[in-house]
C-alpha cells in the first residue's frame, strides 16, 4: 500500500512539474510573438531561417557584383496578419511599420534589407522600383513577396504567385541592412509604367544603374543561397525533462513498517 501511495504521490509531483515547464515555455514562445517586434534581421554573409528553412544573405561585395544582372524570381503577395495567415504581427525586419497599400516595398529572404530593385512583370508588362524591407516568404522558391496594394497594381492579385523578373538597382550599406526601431527609408519609388521589354523599364528610371545593364534571353535565377535545414550549431537546443522514477521500498522495509503499525510503537 505504501509503495503504491508513493508512486502515486511521485506521479503527481512530475505531472505538476511538466504542467509548469509547458506553460513557461507557452508563456515565454507568445511573448515573442506578441511583444517582440517582426526582427528577422538579414545581415551580410548570415544566414536568416524560419523554422528548417534557411537563406544564405549574399556578402555586401558579392551583392555589389550583381549590380545589373537580369534575374528571375517566384513571387507573392502578403498583407496584414489579420488578413494574412502566413504574415507574423508587428514591424517589419528592418524596423519599418508594414504598410499593404505600398507600392514601393518588398520583402525577400535572401536579399538584404535596404537593396533597391527594378521588378517587371512579363505578363501585365508592369515596372515598379522598389527597396526590400522585409523578410520572407519562406514556402517553396518564392524570394519575392510584394504588399497587397503593389500585387495589385502589377496585375498578379488574383493568380497570387508569378514570374517576375528583377535588377538589383543598388545595395544597401551596413546600416541600411540591419533592424533599426521606428526607420523609415529614404527611398521613393513606386510603379513605373506599362513596358514592352526589360530593357526600356531600366531605362526609364531616374537614378541610373550604377553598372552595366545585362539582359539576358535566359535570366538568372534569384533563389540562390536556400539550405533547407539549419546547421547543427545554430540549431536551438531542446532542454530535457529527466523523468523522476519513483523509488522503490525493500520488502524488509515494508515488513518492518506493516509490524510496527500492528504492534504499535510501544509504551
Known amino acids: 500500500m505504501i509503495w503504491g501511495f508513493r508512486i502515486h504521490e511521485t506521479s503527481e509531483c512530475v505531472r505538476k512539474a511538466k504542467h509548469r ?39 555586401q561585395e558579392l551583392l555589389s557584383a550583381r549590380i545589373g544582372v537580369h534575374f528571375v524570381a ?8 489579420e488578413q494574412d495567415r502566413h504574415n507574423r504581427p508587428g514591424l517589419t525586419s528592418s524596423g ?30 508592369v515596372a515598379a522600383h522598389a527597396i526590400v524591407n522585409n523578410t520572407g516568404p519562406f514556402i517553396g522558391n518564392r524570394v519575392i513577396d ?23 538597382v543598388a545595395p544597401p550599406s ?8 521606428d526607420r523609415m527609408y529614404d527611398f521613393q519609388g513606386g ?32 533563389n540562390f543561397g536556400r ?7 545554430q540549431r536551438t537546443k531542446r532542454r530535457q525533462v529527466p523523468e ?5 521500498i525493500s520488502r524488509v522495509a515494508e515488513v518492518r513498517w506493516q509490524m510496527k503499525s500492528l504492534i504499535g510503537d510501544g509504551p
Open 244 to 248: 523522476i522514477k519513483p523509488k522503490r
Open 174 to 181: 551596413e546600416e541600411g541592412a540591419g533592424y533599426k526601431k
Open 21 to 59: 515547464i509547458f506553460w513557461s515555455y507557452a508563456s515565454f514562445a507568445i511573448c515573442v510573438l506578441a511583444c517582440a517586434p517582426n526582427t528577422f534581421a538579414k545581415n551580410f554573409g548570415e544566414l536568416t531561417c524560419f523554422k528548417r528553412i534557411c537563406w544564405k544573405v549574399p556578402s
Open 96 to 125: 519599418e511599420n508594414f504598410d499593404p497599400a505600398a507600392l514601393d516595398r518588398i520583402s525577400s529572404p535572401n536579399l538584404p534589407n535596404g537593396t533597391a530593385v527594378l521588378l517587371w512583370s512579363p505578363k501585365s508588362k
Open 227 to 233: 539550405l533547407t535545414r539549419k546547421p547543427k550549431s
Open 74 to 81: 517566384q513571387a507573392s503577395w502578403y498583407d496584414i496578419a
Open 146 to 168: 510584394v504588399p497587397v496594394g503593389l500585387a495589385r497594381a502589377m496585375g498578379f492579385f488574383q493568380q497570387g504567385l508569378t514570374e517576375l523578373h528583377v535588377v538589383i
Open 191 to 222: 510603379i513605373l509604367g506599362n513596358f514592352e521589354a526589360m530593357q526600356d523599364a531600366v531605362a526609364s528610371l531616374s537614378t541610373p544603374i550604377s553598372a552595366d545593364f545585362r539582359e539576358s534571353s535566359d535570366p538568372e535565377s534569384l
